[in-house]
């Protein structure tokens, strides 16, 4: 078993700096290079060797590397890395289609042994991962249907920033954000086979959608409803879960910057049954006020290069099949595809 693992980091930006922050405390992971072509003042007064060239950075010795630089390059880099021989972990999303997320895939399928894994974060969440033990166990019997709203306001330089860009980043907030509900909901009820959606650009002056309404149905009937928005003054988080004798709520999701409230509620309830009134059961509250998701998804990559197993959860496989889903949304709101595709806007 593998004692220490020498990594890099692609793409300074948020999401880098995250992961940079989790290698440098893990027990395993040993970083020792960084590499960002767009960030060319980034700070170099630590230890790391620097790239501008990434292709430098996975030549020089590293065993994996974290990837997240902006949607375009993603699949560039991950399959470059792959064809290195490297162990790779990207974030999301893999890029800005579906044949880009193919394109890994073939890669992968030539180099195997290697490690591949998504960042789905939503997955390692505490809330999630009871609400996920709670569903498997049968607490409330089968899922019937679910509802998720990831909303934000765009902020004073939302329009300039890459992730409003086309080029840059392929989708607007339903590939940005809506993604990792999507990935919920697969989680929870597998593949869904329907798609109706509405999509659009209500608000901001991007080429990209600021709004996207879906509803999925799979093959046992069970419904999930999104609603992904830039336009929600109210930085918002909730997953919803109606089970056949009750429900489970999410309120609230932790990240780093705290916009989505400082705690995540985990809402139990039971549904009513014999005489008396209906609609009104009681609330079970359980609330998680720290953060381990990010140490969670990356001991597991580790696990996972250390003892030669196979990524179990934040797949290639999710991340096509969650790519898959959102091209649907995105073509099954016939004028806002034909919109898209033929002006850019």
């Given amino acids: 078993m593998q004692d220490r693992i020498d990594v890099g980091i692609i793409g300074t930006g ?56 902006q ?43 290697l490690v591949l894994r998504f960042g789905f974060n939503h997955r390692f969440h505490a809330a999630v991962l009871k609400a996920k033990e709670m569903t498997e166990t049968g607490t409330c019997g089968k899922i019937l249907w679910m509802r998720g709203v990831y909303g934000k306001s765009g902020g004073r330089d939302f329009e300039s ?17 809506g993604i990792h509900m999507i990935d919920l909901f697969r989680y929870f009820a597998g593949d869904f086979t ?20 879906a509803l999925l149905r799979n093959r046992q009937n069970q419904i999930a409803m999104i609603h992904a928005s830039s336009t929600h003054w109210k930085n918002t988080y909730t997953f919803e879960i109606c089970l056949e004798n009750g429900y489970i709520t999410i309120q609230g999701s932790l990240s780093p910057t705290g916009t989505y409230g400082l705690e995540e509620k985990l ?64 073509r099954n709101d016939a004028s806002w595809y034909t919109r898209w595709k033929s002006t850019g806007k």
Wanted: proline fraction near 4%; charge should be negative; glycine fraction near 8%.
């Fill in 14 to 69: 948020s999401m880098g700096l995250i992961r940079k922050a989790i290698a440098e405390k893990h027990p395993v992971l040993n970083l020792v290079a960084l590499s960002d072509a767009h960030r060319p003042n980034i700070s170099r007064t630590e230890t790391y060797r620097y790239y501008e060239d990434y292709r430098k950075l996975l030549d020089s010795g590293i065993d994996a590397v974290f990837v997240a630089p």
């Fill in 267 to 330: 809402i139990l309830a039971r549904r009513q049954s014999g005489d008396g009134a209906a609609g009104n059961p009681d609330e079970s509250i359980t609330g998680f006020d720290t953060d381990a998701s990010w140490e969670r998804e990356v001991d597991d990559f580790a696990d996972c290069i250390r003892s030669g197993a196979k990524a179990q959860s934040g797949t290639s496989h999710d991340a096509l099949q969650a790519m898959k889903l959102i091209d649907r949304v995105y």
């Fill in 194 to 213: 329907e798609v109706k959606s509405f999509v659009s650009t209500s608000f901001w002056n991007i080429s990209l959608e600021d709004n996207a309404f």
């Fill in 161 to 177: 920033i890459w992730r409003s860009n086309r080029e840059w980043a392929g989708g607007g907030i339903l590939l940005d954000q």
């Fill in 71 to 113: 949607n375009k390059y993603r699949p560039r880099v991950v399959i470059d890395a792959l064809n290195r021989g490297k162990h790779v972990f990207c974030e999301i999303p893999p890029g800005r289609t579906v044949k880009d997320m193919q394109d890994i895939i073939a890669a992968e399928k030539k180099n195997e042994g």
